[in-house]
């Protein structure tokens, strides 16, 4: 079994969403239990509480004895203004605790992964258990937790270390101390909302500051891009392999993540496929 | 006088725009002229022609012993595709030139004051001689060719080194090799259209990849905010004010410069506010 602890580093959930996801961990995985910390529900303007609570909760989940895991509620924006501080509270609880979660979360997993504390995982998170296609996404993660892989993402090998990031997420991590050192990795990349002319951008910025030998880069789901006042003229994949040419990185193809029900789990680094339980 | 050469490096403009220019410059400024090269309408997709047209039209612009200066007609995107490959190929004569632009054209500022090509010079474009507003834009550029200073960004003393960048632009610049020294310089910078939790993470980033030793930073116009779902609870000036806090840097307050009328010259380095007339 595993026993997750949930809280909310960038914007917060409802308690629908809670009950949502309590309902079909009791009902589909009984093995394992949920605890959503109070401030999942708490908002200040665009945040689940101001970045003092925000941390606070966060350190308390990661080095609660009671707990095997962190699960990152919902994403949005805001967990870059904690990441740093709250891995400085952290302690050897922390250490044998898997974190998940993905989009605005990728900060944490950066500078989770940079100083080994723990096992971060990208993959669906607790908001979407309301909707039928959401909870697709997050069994992945539940069966995860349980040793069944098949909510892995299928180019993951377990043999070269690997990380996956919303595009802007690691495009504002790149050349901050939440970097991580991503030589030898794949990196997988998926992005939501923005105009293709902004990927173009982001690329540009990303490929220049990754490090050289990567493995190569995956390119995850681009999607809800909005209409723009002209067509760019290149899809996100003829862009992933311009600038991956240019920069001398390997482009290996498309990866099943991102903002959409096909998202899937990646664990960090070399972790197996298999997971922690 | 000036001969000013205009090329597009970004994406294109009209013959209405280069015709109503030509009018304002015939009847307010005799003294200068302008030359429209014919890139400045080609276009492809998002472009003003292949990155390959975009930037021979560039080199040709600034290796032309005609011209004194090179003006960008319009921002948009793509300056940053060919700014490294341009300079490459700029001679002597470019290093004698004016360079004027601002937004995406930051790309090209960035690199050109990296190299010490020529004056590079943040201020408004060719794009807004048809509207009365961006008019007078237009003419704050066309009066400081002609050694009039009262266009020039008022906290402008030609005494601390000064850059002036779009937001976004800047933040894609660093950790590029685009990136110039900007050590003991006031840098201002400038947004538009972006979510405040946007402008907040280009912050984090940006502050975080800035050198030490900035003389400041100043806040340019932040406007077109889009809606949000909710509010962000700090302003942009906020914004700027914490992160700047946050990573030692000295806030100087507000700047005049940005995308709306107000938008001032800032001529980079330790010009002499009175340019190169």
């Not at 967990?79 to 400085?88: E, P």
């Not at 101390?177 to 998926?190: C, I, K, N, S, Y």
Request: net charge negative; proline share 6%; charged share 20%.
């Amino acid at each position: 079994m595993t026993r997750i602890a949930i809280c909310a580093p960038a914007t917060p959930i409802t308690r629908d969403h809670a009950a949502a996801l309590e309902a079909l961990v009791a009902e589909e995985f009984p093995q394992h239990s949920v605890w959503f910390h109070e401030q999942c529900f708490a908002s200040q303007d665009h945040f689940a509480g101001p970045d003092q609570q925000r941390m606070d909760a966060l350190v308390e989940c990661a080095n609660h004895p009671d707990y095997d895991a962190v699960w990152f509620a919902k994403g949005g924006y805001g967990s870059n203004r904690i990441a740093q501080a709250a891995t400085t509270f952290m302690d050897g609880e922390a250490r044998r605790k898997t974190f998940v979660g993905f989009s605005d979360m990728g900060y944490l997993l950066a500078m989770l992964y940079k100083l080994d504390i723990g096992q971060q995982v990208h993959g669906p998170m607790p908001v979407s258990a309301r909707s039928e296609s959401g909870r697709e996404g997050v069994r992945r993660v539940l069966r995860w937790f349980s040793g069944d892989t098949s909510g892995v993402e299928p180019s993951v090998d377990g043999r070269t270390p690997t990380a996956a990031f919303n595009l802007i997420t690691l495009s504002m991590i790149a050349g901050t101390p939440l970097m991580p050192d991503l030589r030898g990795h794949v990196v997988m990349v998926e992005e939501v909302s923005e105009h293709l002319y902004a990927v173009d951008r982001l690329f540009f910025h990303l490929t220049n500051l990754l490090p050289p030998g990567l493995a190569g880069l995956r390119l995850g789901e681009v999607n809800h891009v909005p209409e723009n006042d002209r067509e760019f003229g290149q899809s996100a994949e003829d862009i992933a392999r311009f600038w991956c040419a240019r920069m001398g990185i390997p482009y290996l193809g498309r990866a099943q993540i991102g903002h959409y029900a096909g998202n899937h789990v990646v664990p960090f680094g070399l972790a197996s496929p298999a997971g922690a339980a």
